[in-house]
């Protein structure tokens, strides 16, 4: 009988399959793809995007732990790791690439949208035919702050659309058209006025031209008869021609206010009529607000607003533009604003004459002789007579190059913007409608 088996000892004789040691044989790292990674992840994109999500982050602190780890513990877990870290730098570059683009097309869109605003191709209206604000030139307004605001006043018929036009740029000597609708000879022979309210157009050089109704307009006020059936006001107007008078002087005040130019226009000199109409609306003009928010600390004395003014006389005649004229011309201007908180002296002057500083500054009166006709084979046209003034299309380019010269100051005691603008007139139109300084004024009149 054989003798029973003993048990076997594990600790005194190890089975000789599990003392083998499990080895896995693997590729070692492609160079060019470690390269590729290193240099991926040195990119700033792939460094922001790794910082924004803390969760591939961690990924890859914990991936480069273990890289240095398997330099010591063998080349088993290495590969593993390298494919692991090679296809989580695959995955953040791609994401990264999908969130770049589609910011970067939606910053180029909003960029065209803030740099390019639509460009106007004809005049709005910023006050309608019933003396009401309009909304709808706000689209063409942008935030910069570099721009000019010209206005321009004038009796009917005295070529105040076509100075405008001249100043735009968009005028031509021998074309019909241009920029603001001009009165034809049919409105002429019926005695009706053409802009109704306030027209505006802004040019690409950010320069704001407000083209206006005539004041003071027998034609307006027939217009308040027949169709309003009552003067503005009601009952605090005495008359359909106090009625009339009010509107014109809000509506020079108004320009007063918002304008840094404003151009005076008249046919024949000199009416002094409309020049008391001037001084009136300056008297009448609403004062500049201060916003005590946007200054500190706030100034001790606070100045007052008041715009530059240009008087230009359309349809001059040749003996206009003599110098003794041109003299007397200044020397009446001077006399009548002497005591007028508007900018009326300055360097605009028919003979595009730039004055010494030390010498007195003259009065900023331009003359506009009537349109050249056309040139004909007639022996008149061959040899013209002798005219003082250089020629139409000379002086036109002369005015329009000498307004957009001038100096501009703040219209607030703030800067705006073109936006800004646009409600801070709203603001002030507002303002100069409900004034009761406009009743009080009516009240002294006859």
Known sequence: MAPPLKPKDSASEPDAGAAKTLVILAKPPDKNKTVQASSTLASPSVQTELLKSPSIAQKTSTASEQDESTSAHGTA???????????????VAQRVFHVQQKPAAAQSDGEQ???????????????????????????????????????????????????????????SEKSKWQLFKPQTND??????????????????QRVILLDTQPVMSASVMDHMIQYEKKPPGGPD?????????????????????????????????????YLRFLLSAEMLKPTTPINIHDLNPLPEETTEYYPHIVFVQNHAQKEDFSANSISKMEETLSNVFQK???????????????????????????????????????????FPEYKIHPGYKYLTESLSRQVLSMPRSLLTHTALSEKNWFHYSARIWETVKKSTLFLEYNRLLP
Not at 245 to 261: I, R
Not at 348 to 355: C, G, S, T
């Open 187 to 204: 409105l002429k022979e019926i005695g009706e006025h053409c802009t109704s309210g306030i027209d505006m157009f802004v040019t690409n």
């Open 340 to 382: 007028s908180k508007i900018k009326y002296s300055g360097s605009v002057n028919p003979h595009n004459r730039r004055y010494p500083k030390d010498s007195p500054q003259k009065v900023n009166l331009f003359l506009i002789p009537d349109k050249e006709p056309p040139d004909t084979d007639s022996p008149s046209h061959r």
């Open 77 to 91: 877990s290495a590969s593993k790791e390298n494919d692991t870290f090679s296809d989580l730098v695959k995955n």
């Open 113 to 171: 949208k803030v740099s390019s605003p639509p460009e106007m191709s004809y005049p709005v209206k910023l006050v309608d035919e019933s003396l009401q604000w309009c909304d709808s030139a706000l689209e063409y307004l942008h935030d910069s702050s570099d721009f000019y605001v010209i206005g321009v006043l004038g009796l009917q018929g005295v070529g105040k659309s076509t100075v405008m036009s001249i100043i735009s740029g968009i005028h």
């Open 237 to 273: 107007y005495h008359s359909v021609e106090n009625a009339l008078l009010m509107q014109s002087l809000q509506q020079a005040a108004f320009m007063m206010a918002v304008c840094h130019t404003i151009i005076s226009v008249q046919d024949w000199f000199i009416d002094l009529n």
